[in-house]
Nanobody
Framework: QVQLVESGGGLVQAGGSLRLSCAAS????????MGWYRQAPGKQRDLVAS???????DYTDSVKGRFTISRDNAKNTVYLQMNSLRPEDTAVYYC?????????????WGQGTQVTVSS
């Protein structure tokens, strides 16, 4: 069983920055792809950024150039640096652990952290 604990959310003015962290325990972190998703009220949960086991990153178009995903395997932690925040970035942000092995796929979610960007 993998546990994911997000932190770093909060209230920030438009143009500001936040850094989200997601600490994993109980799993093979370095062997898992990690992702950050967000869900605004009344909307579906969407992928924001992802990072593979070898460090390859990908971003949804709306955050390219503003957000950076990174991972520290020694700390079992994935980060999301968010700069130039906009009101439309307001959502609950979730991290996701995704590990595929010969025996199956293991997916876990964190509990989420609220990010609110005021205009």
């Amino acid at each position: 069983q993998v546990q994911l604990v997000e932190s770093g959310g909060g209230l920030v003015q438009a143009g500001g920055s936040l850094r989200l962290s997601c600490a994993a325990s109980g799993g093979f972190f370095s062997s898992a792809a990690m992702g950050w998703y967000r869900q605004a009220p009344g909307k579906q949960r969407d992928l924001v950024a992802s990072i593979t086991t070898d460090g390859t990153t990908d971003y949804t178009d709306s955050v390219k150039g503003r957000f950076t995903i990174s991972r520290d395997n020694a700390k079992n932690t994935v980060y999301l640096q968010m700069n130039s925040l906009r009101p439309e970035d307001t959502a609950v942000y979730y991290c996701k652990y995704d590990r595929r092995t010969g025996r199956g796929r293991y997916t876990y979610w964190g509990q989420g952290t609220q990010v609110t960007v005021s205009s």
